[in-house]
């Protein structure tokens, strides 16, 4: 199921093993804290699901949806596609994310955040790319570090398409 172009980096395999070890560790950190986990959308939809099922914690489950690339490179500006629909105040919010590339989106959604005054902000995400960090944001839990190329599938598309390939793979 390789579609044109794509070599698959991480297996489907090693992202559910990643995943359930997640849950585990985010469950014991937030054990008996009233936990609000937001999934940024569109790419973190699927590693969101996979990995609130691994959660063993009482938790709220929010999305918000920004956009911040253009085809495969990142614009540097981000733009809010929709508003949370659950109040952060007086909770743990974890903030999900597909990957952190430049770490330009996460730190706005972070400071977006803040005017809420949530109790914490941590953040989750299944990728990392260091390569291409500006600024110094760093996930509290993190799936895998990846080589700087541009990557799709598990949630990460390229202009909308090849979020479905249950595999990360690079074009």
Known sequence: MN??????LISRRRI??????????????YQDKPLLVTAICNGALL????LIRNIT??????TL????????????????RSQPKLDPSGKHLLLLDDIIDTGLTIS???????????????????????SR?????????????????????????????LRNIPYIGTL
């Open 65 to 80: 949806a920004v956009e911040s690339y253009i085809g495969e490179q990142s614009s540097g500006e981000i733009r809010f």
């Open 57 to 62: 914690v009482p938790m709220q489950f929010d």
């Open 47 to 50: 590693f969101a699901a996979d």
């Open 133 to 161: 960090r500006q600024g110094t944001v760093q996930a509290d839990w993190l799936g895998f570090d990846i080589p700087d190329k541009f990557v799709v599938g598990y949630g990460l598309d390229c202009n909308e398409y």
């Open 3 to 8: 579609p044109p172009n794509s070599k698959p």
């Open 108 to 130: 706005k959604i972070i400071e977006y955040y803040q005017k809420f005054k949530p109790l914490s902000i941590k953040t989750c995400a299944l990728l990392n790319k260091p």
């Open 16 to 29: 559910q093993k990643r995943t359930a070890e997640l849950g585990i560790e985010i469950s014991v950190y």
